[in-house]
């Protein structure tokens, strides 16, 4: 049974940073296209960025460049995202996905990612 377990959310200052992870058990992560989502409460789920089974290089939506980064790290099977500069408007619970197709990377689609979700993680911003 393929899974993804989520890790790193919690409380952090406005101007400060956060990693969270996100390992995969039951499937290796190079074979899949991977990626990071964030909701709040009431709102759709938001593409922050992806990485393809194809490509080293992640994808990002137009408003999270230059201040998350996505890596993959192969040998842990782990993907992690490094968030910067977070903001009160970063507060939302923050998700990891995998698909085994997609047409579409540049969009972070999560309707695209049926293959396996990870619970979630609440990354709150406040002083």
């Known amino acids: 049974q393929p899974q993804l377990v989520q890790s790193g959310g919690g409380l952090v200052q406005p101007g400060g940073s956060l990693r969270l992870s996100c390992a995969a058990s039951g499937f290796a992560l190079p074979y899949y296209a991977i990626a990071w989502f964030r909701q709040a409460p009431g709102k759709a789920r938001e593409g922050i960025s992806c990485i393809t089974r194809s490509d080293m290089n992640p994808y990002y939506s137009d408003s999270m460049k230059g201040r998350f980064t996505m890596s993959r790290d192969s040998a842990k099977n782990t993907v992690y995202l490094e968030m910067n500069s977070l903001q009160l408007e970063d507060t939302a619970v923050y998700y990891c996905?995998?698909?085994?197709?997609?047409?579409?990377?540049?969009?972070?689609?999560?309707?695209?990612?049926?293959?396996?979700w990870g619970q979630g993680t609440q990354v709150t911003v406040s002083s």
């Open positions: 996905a995998a698909a085994n197709r997609i047409t579409t990377p540049q969009t972070v689609d999560p309707h695209e990612y049926t293959y396996s």
